[in-house]
């Protein structure tokens, strides 16, 4: 048997540190936590009562500093400092929360093997169950395995109180706080199955050859045991493999790494632990391959007999696909080049904080697809496994990313946590060792411990490409380092070289090096705020208009990586998050990076990449029509059609030819109200039209739709219409949400500025929009 139970419902929460006597044998005497709040008996009945995901930072008051004194661009030290509210992390008061739930395990539970899994907890988290002392795990992004079996309490009520401290920094963005991910609770013989890998690799016109290893728990004396393997896609459930293993066939020399090895290889690991290692072939037109388009998943399903008796079934979803980073060709899936075009994103969504549950996630993703990314870089930790459940579900390649360059044990044990989450994942394409470790990154101390993590992950995944985001800077002068030999240490230590910015010395790159494949994993850093076509400095609010020349890079960086043995690149970002809000600090508690706002409404400059990125024909202008008449306009028009026009008013301003990677501007044109039009033309034919109408504010008025539902989730959007359904950017107004909506998890309105607290029970439209996520 095996369950895996959500551990997500019945918390009790109290922010802030709680002060107060505790038994000074606690750390002396085991089980001896008996005062404050790790006790039995503390009484927690005035906490707040929570579910998880819950991220307790993002319910905080961001601070006032209105006091402050600004500096130029009325921006503040981004550091800034006030009771823990950096102004980095969003303003948010990074503090203390305490955790505790009650929970029953039945008798018949005793003699099993009971864990307690928390997807993650930002941060530095002290864990104690029934006044015992169980965990204290600094990293606020790691899975955390809580083997709990000895301490548990059975056929009793059990105690577990968690304390967090979200004050300390793991990097300098919008981190959250809490038992922000899911937490379960898994019961499992004690004779059990634990790190079944699969892997395979497609042998040309000649099937697919899988490796497969696992470690089987607690088989003292193993004879008579028996593991069983079951294959069935996942769409279906059509079994398309079985394979019976004898355990006591073969006994053999232990190896120390997963490698691929055409024998089956049954040793012993000490204490009654034994590991597997074996390999199959499937024949070809067996298995379907995963690719974007065709997800294909397959379920293993793996039995462990004793004698007659089922001891442990574990399941693991995976798919089957080649991937390749070649020096000339670029990014290979399934022998396909393929153009990584990708987002670096951070986990945080509008109204959420941290606290995204898996419906939203894929929201996310499908809003990037859209967009035609096909490709994420979980910037700067590893992400959570639903996450890239969801990727493998939708077609989404993923570099994942640990959080700093580093072979401390500490950061070691980030490392294989990644990597055992990731490795059964088809989506995860690479791992990257660090991001712009410009301290680091000249000197042998880095190439070294590049080193020591690369060998480290093939050891435990030897499938799957190791990458870092390098950057040609020099610390000390803050300048671009022109050449590449400085880091040429590190860089030979990588499988594919992974460079950020600085597009313009790619070629150079190939020149020198050009049997090194090669990633632009970061790119772009363009600001707006969605809507805006007059810059405000005191709202903080960016007009993409007035910043022509970021954008013009922006147009000419997507160019430098498009020749082939560039596999792709990643943009930052595909979305807005709470943190590092920039080029305006404070009253912004978010950046403005990204393609779209922080919650999934396209700015204009989406527009360019989905012209280049998607399949779809796309046709999209700006400034809208609702700004001031008569004073002189640039019209800017992203496209993927042959030619364009622009129309205002009926008077057309002729028709400009694309080019490849590009977009047009028409100039110095004088702005009137009333209706513009772009068309695009293919062969001469009209393909693509937009209309954007002045809107008429008088007759503005609320519209709810539903923009996606998935399971007890619904994500609404809230939109100022006119009476022929014009966006009206410019009489915005609040919006109360209706009870019956279910239980309210958050709102936003894409905003930078905006303070009101997620789950305030009412938004402000911004620009004509917002957003309310609900559960019911
Ligand atoms: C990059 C960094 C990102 C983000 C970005 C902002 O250098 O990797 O995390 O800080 O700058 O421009």
Request: glycine share 8%; net charge negative.
């Amino acid at each position: 048997m095996q369950e895996l139970k959500s551990f997500n419902d019945g918390w009790k929460f109290h922010f802030g540190d709680i002060e107060t006597i505790r038994n000074r044998w606690g750390w002396a005497k085991s089980g001896s936590f008996n005062q404050g709040p790790e006790s039995k008996a503390y009484d927690d009945s005035d906490w707040k009562n929570v579910t998880l995901p819950h991220d307790f930072v993002f319910e905080t008051k961001v601070y006032d500093y209105s006091e402050k004194e600004f500096g130029k661009d009325n921006t503040i030290p981004a550091m800034e400092d006030v009771n823990n509210a950096h102004t980095t992390a969003g303003s948010f008061d990074k503090n203390v929360g305490w955790y505790r739930k009650h929970f029953f395990i039945p008798e018949e539970y005793e003699g099993k093997k009971i864990y307690l899994i928390f997807d993650g907890i930002y941060r530095d988290s002290w864990i104690y169950l029934n006044e015992f002392f169980v965990e204290h795990e600094p990293s606020g992004y790691s899975r955390i395995i809580l083997d709990i079996t000895d301490i548990a309490a059975y056929g009793e009520e059990n105690i577990l109180s968690i304390k967090c401290d979200a004050r300390q920094a793991e990097g300098w963005f919008y981190e959250g706080g809490g038992i922000y991910r899911n937490a379960y609770l898994k019961v499992v013989e004690e004779k059990h199955i634990e790190d079944a890998f699969i892997h395979g690799t497609p042998v040309e016109n000649n099937g697919v050859h899988m490796n497969f290893s696992c470690r089987l728990c607690n088989l003292e004396g193993y004879d008579q045991k028996y593991l069983n393997l079951e294959i069935c896609e996942k769409r279906t459930g059509k079994v398309v493999k079985k394979i019976d293993y004898d355990l006591e066939e073969i006994i053999s020399e232990p190896i120390d790494k997963y490698e691929e090895t055409d024998e089956k290889l049954i040793f012993e690991l000490g204490d009654g632990d034994l590991r597997l290692v074996t390999s199959f072939e499937f024949e070809e037109d067996e298995v379907k391959m995963w690719s974007l388009d065709d997800t294909n998943l397959y379920e293993l399903i793996i039995t462990l007999i004793d004698g007659d008796e089922i001891c442990n079934v574990d399941k693991k979803t995976f798919g089957i696909r080649n991937i390749e980073f070649d020096n000339n060709k670029g990014f290979l899936l399934n022998g396909e080049q393929v153009k990584i075009k990708g987002v670096c994103c951070h986990q945080n969504h509008g109204g959420l904080g941290s606290a995204v549950p898996k419906e939203v996630m894929r929201y996310r993703i499908k809003k990037l697809k859209e967009m035609g990314a096909n490709g994420y870089r979980g910037a700067h930790y590893p992400l959570a496994e639903d996450f890239l459940s969801i990727c493998d579900e939708e077609g989404m390649v993923v570099m994942l990313e640990t959080r700093v360059l580093s072979s401390a044990s500490k950061d070691l044990s980030e490392l294989e946590r990644m990597v055992k989450i990731a490795r059964n994942h088809p989506s995860v394409i690479m791992y990257s060792i660090g991001n712009e470790e410009a301290q680091t990154q000249t000197t042998s101390q880095g190439a070294r411990i590049a080193r020591t993590m690369k060998k480290f992950i093939k050891h435990l995944d030897p499938y799957t490409p190791v990458t870092m985001a390098l950057l040609m800077l020099d610390m000390k002068t803050n300048t671009q380092i022109e050449d590449y030999k400085l880091l040429e240490g590190i860089f030979k230590e990588l499988d594919v070289a992974g460079f950020n910015y600085h597009s313009d010395l790619y070629e150079k790159f190939h020149r020198e090096y050009p049997d090194i494949p090669f990633i632009c994993t970061e790119q772009g850093t363009f600001k707006s705020t969605r809507g805006c076509y007059k810059t405000d400095a005191q709202k903080c609010h960016l007009a993409i208009n007035e910043k022509r020349d970021w954008y013009m890079f922006g147009a000419e960086r997507w160019r430098h990586c498009k020749p082939e043995w560039i596999s792709g690149l990643f943009i930052w970002t595909g979305f807005d998050y709470y943190g590092e809000p920039t080029p305006f600090a404070w009253p912004a508690i978010s950046s403005q990076f990204g393609a779209m706002d922080l919650c999934g409404n396209p700015k204009d400059f989406y527009y360019f990449y989905k012209s280049w990125w998607s399949k779809d024909e796309v046709i999209h202008a700006y400034p809208d029509m609702n700004g001031e008449t008569g004073v002189p306009t640039d019209y800017y028009v992203f496209s993927n059609a042959e030619e364009v026009e622009l129309i205002l008013n009926g008077k057309s301003y002729g028709k400009k030819a694309m080019k490849d990677g590009d977009y047009l501007i028409w100039e110095n044109i004088l702005s009137e109200h009333g209706k513009m039009e772009v068309v695009g033309y293919r062969n001469g034919k009209e393909v693509s039209r937009e209309v954007n109408e002045t809107a008429d504010k008088k007759s503005a008025r609320l519209e709810v739709t539903e923009d996606y539902r998935e399971g007890n989730i619904v994500i609404r959007k809230i939109a100022l219409l006119d009476k022929n359904r014009n966006l009206v950017p410019n009489a915005d107004v609040r919006f109360d949400i209706p009870k019956e909506w279910g239980e309210f998890l958050g709102a936003s309105n894409g905003d930078p500025s905006d303070h009101t607290p997620g789950k305030a029970g009412y938004v402000n439209t911004f620009h004509g929009l917002a957003q309310v996520i609900t559960r019911k």
